[in-house]
């Protein structure tokens, strides 16, 4: 059997979450937008668009020969 918890292998991986931690720290947040996250206030005036354009009645529109 191979113990695979050695020394050597728990000190690096110590310093690799070490290093993790300070890099992770030092950047900055992602803005949500950047993140993907879902936006519902960008999605509503999408619908309505989507919405207002299904609902807008259309006009019939007759030639006018005496004009």
């Not at 300070?22 to 950047?34: I, K, W």
């Amino acid at each position: 059997m191979v113990y695979y918890d050695t020394d050597s292998r728990l000190q690096f991986a110590r310093e690799h979450a070490d290093r993790l931690t300070a890099e992770m720290r030092r950047s900055r947040r992602l803005t949500p937008d950047e993140a993907g996250f879902f936006n519902w206030a960008k999605l509503a005036p999408a619908l309505a668009g989507r919405l207002e354009r299904l609902r807008r009645p259309r006009g019939h529109h007759t030639p006018a020969y005496d004009a």
